[in-house]
């Protein structure tokens, strides 16, 4: 039974920490057959580095959170670190999306629609890696993140929502989400030393505009057939959809 089973209610869908600012459930939207993704069960963050004691103790104590899947590169980790959580017994996974960060390593694409379809193609066996961990954690809550929680957690974000049935309606308005957030996330950045700065991407990749993720979900139209075309192609049988489903589904 999941925290919000016992509470009775639905649940803020932001999570408000001292570190992260972009933490926020994924439960409640329709999915398959008419029944809803459970509430504090899967969340998605921005970087956790900055994850304090006190935070941590909400995650853990409050939350009830047992596994953190990590797809930050390398070399991100070692920047930011893995906050208060390195501290907690929890699961923890470390799935990097890519190692060559673009803006830092290589020059950007020339769009974030040039990146996601990048990530998609190039990582289909990672993304099917956290969706094989998040049906089998059962109902013990899981977190995914990156830096930003926008676009390598956005694409992760989009692909477990298509696989749960949720409508392309409400995957682009969870990905969007993430725009109302982008100031304070800035601001915080600048605040630490061992935060990326605002000033080092272009500002045309520093947004998360629905446009954006309706154009992800086309490409895989287009190119997989369907989001559960594009978890196949990453390794996907459907006896783990049927799982996740059946765990985060009510």
């Not at 994850?51 to 070692?78: K, N, P």
């Not at 996601?116 to 890696?129: E, H, I, K, N």
């Not at 982008?182 to 630490?192: C, G, I, K």
Request: include cysteine.
């Amino acid at each position: 039974m999941s925290l919000s089973d016992e509470l009775g209610v639905s649940p803020e869908r932001r999570i408000e920490l001292a570190g992260p600012v972009n933490f926020r459930d994924l439960g409640g939207y329709a999915g398959a057959g008419g029944r809803h993704v459970r509430w504090r069960l899967v969340f998605r963050s921005d970087s956790l580095g900055p994850v304090t004691e006190d935070d941590a103790a909400h995650l853990v104590e409050r939350l009830r959170l047992v596994t953190v899947i990590d797809l930050r590169s390398t070399q991100e980790v070692r920047r930011e670190g893995r906050g208060a959580l390195v501290n907690a017994s929890l699961a923890y996974h470390h799935l990097p999306l890519f190692e060559v960060i673009p803006g830092v390593d290589e020059e950007w694409p020339g769009s974030l629609h040039d990146l996601y379809r990048d990530l998609l193609r190039d990582a289909s066996q990672q993304v099917a890696a956290v969706l094989r961990i998040i049906a089998e954690a059962d109902t013990r809550p899981v977190v995914f993140h990156c830096v930003a929680g926008k676009d390598r957690t956005g694409v992760v974000a989009a692909v477990l929502l298509g696989l749960l049935g949720v409508s392309d309606e409400d995957v682009i308005a969870d990905y969007a989400l993430t725009q109302e957030i982008m100031p304070t996330m800035f601001e915080r950045w600048n605040e630490r030393p061992d935060s990326p700065r605002e000033s080092d991407f272009p500002a045309h990749i520093l947004r998360a505009e629905e446009t954006t993720m309706h154009h992800l979900l086309a490409i895989i139209e287009e190119e997989y057939g369907s989001i559960a075309g594009y978890a196949a192609s990453g390794g996907i049988r459907d006896d783990v959809v049927t799982g996740l489903r059946d765990v985060l589904l009510d």
